[in-house]
């Protein structure tokens, strides 16, 4: 079975840093792309990030230079590194495979708040 778990959410204050992990099982995690998302109350969820199984990395512009994603195949897990965190980046961050999404998982809440 298809499986991420998104873990490393929190509570934070702005400027602060958070590091998200997402653990993949039922695949092989290494051939396949990972992004993550968020998901703002009352917002579309969008996409924050992706790296694919050859390490192309995209941002969206809001977190370009913020934000750092990458990911360890041996360990089957992908990361978002969050630094200088705003609260506008409050939200749910979820993470799938683009393109080959599977279902999504309960994902973990980002709070950016002083």
């Known amino acids: 079975q298809v499986q991420l778990v998104e873990s490393g959410g929190g509570l934070v204050q702005p400027g602060g840093s958070l590091r998200l992990s997402c653990l993949a099982s039922g695949f092989i995690f290494g051939i396949y792309p990972v992004a993550w998302y968020r998901q703002a109350p009352g917002k579309q969820r969008e996409l924050v990030a992706s790296i694919t199984s050859n390490r192309i990395i995209n941002y969206a512009d809001s977190v370009k230079g913020r934000f750092t994603i990458s990911r360890d195949n041996a360990k089957n897990t992908a990361y978002l590194q969050m630094n200088s965190l705003e609260p506008e980046d409050t939200a749910v961050y979820y993470c799938?495979?683009?393109?080959?999404?599977?279902?999504w998982g309960q994902g973990t809440q980002v709070t950016v708040s002083s």
């Open positions: 799938n495979r683009p393109g080959y999404e599977a279902r």
